[in-house]
């Protein structure tokens, strides 16, 4: 957030804002050539919806506002002076021109984290009914940031979106009781009703024919199918290569294979499926 200073908004823009986050003064004159390169470069890495910090403008051309500069001992412009629960921080104080490089390690503890900025996409698709852009968003950011639970959960509920069931439940089981709140309750009932859905009769019955004729091929690829489709596709993607193993040509098999992949996306047992069919390739 950037907003300029007067002696009407001091109070709340400054003082007041600097008790809930960091506000970062920018002393300056326009008319200064060092501000002048200065001053959007400042911005920009500040930007406008920036969460973590405001950028306050102060003009030092408004004789009312050059008072705070001289109780901050400040002897040059620019200058940014970092202000948090209404005090200034005398180690965060620069005065005079600064070049990018110093300006991008001052601003950088004000960032948005990567995982964050993740976080919050992941969760806006999830919302948009874009599971599969969610869920690679927020792959990513548990892989920055593998101990936050709450990314994890988000991420338990993209791969519930997308139907991955068993993905769903080894990342549930991995989840310790600290961080078996509300939202982990909520996906816990969501698995358990998706895998009542899943266990149909016709695939009962599928699984109790393949056990009479394991040999039948044609009769495990179709099961495997099934197995996609109901979310558990690492069963699915098992099956077919107990089929693959023994005829790399037979029917479907292969191309149903590299298919279920294909859908699994960011899934962590995905290079493992891969390197077991290349090897039978290669």
Same mark, same amino acid.
């Given at each position: ?50 969460? @973590? ?10 004789? @009312? ?124 009932? =969501? ?12 695939? =009962? ?78």
């Amino acid at each position: 957030m950037i907003v300029d200073i007067h002696p009407q908004n001091f109070q709340i823009e400054l003082l007041d804002a600097s008790m809930q986050k960091p506000v970062v003064i920018y002393f300056y004159a326009p008319q200064m050539p060092e501000c002048q390169g200065m001053t959007p470069l400042i911005e920009q890495l500040v930007g406008e919806n920036n969460p @973590q910090v405001t950028l306050a403008k102060v003009d030092m051309n408004d004789p @009312q506002l050059q008072p705070l500069a001289g109780q901050l001992g400040l002897r040059a412009l620019p200058a940014l002076v970092l202000f948090h629960q209404g005090q200034p921080d005398e180690q965060a104080i620069l005065e005079g021109p600064q070049d990018e490089e110093t300006l991008r390690t001052y601003f950088a503890a004000f960032s948005p984290k990567e995982e964050e900025e993740l976080l919050k996409r992941g969760q806006q698709a999830l919302a948009e009914g874009q599971a599969d852009e969610g869920y690679v968003d927020l792959a990513k950011a548990h892989q920055l940031v593998g101990d936050r639970h709450d990314i994890h959960l988000w991420l338990i509920q993209a791969a519930l979106d997308l139907n991955r069931l068993d993905e769903a439940e080894q990342r549930l089981a991995q989840l310790p009781m600290v961080a078996q709140d509300d939202h982990y309750q909520t996906l816990c009932s =969501r698995l358990a009703l998706a895998q009542q859905a899943a266990d149909s009769p016709e695939l =009962r019955a599928l699984e109790a024919r393949y056990q009479q004729t394991p040999d039948d091929f044609a009769l495990a690829q179709e099961l495997a199918v099934l197995y996609s489709q109901a979310g558990r596709q690492e069963e699915a993607l098992t099956l077919l290569l107990t089929i693959l193993q023994r005829d790399l040509g037979f029917g479907e098999a292969r191309k149903t294979y590299l298919d279920i992949l294909a859908t699994m996306g960011a899934h962590p047992a995905v290079a493992g499926f891969r390197r077991k069919l290349y090897s039978l390739l290669y």
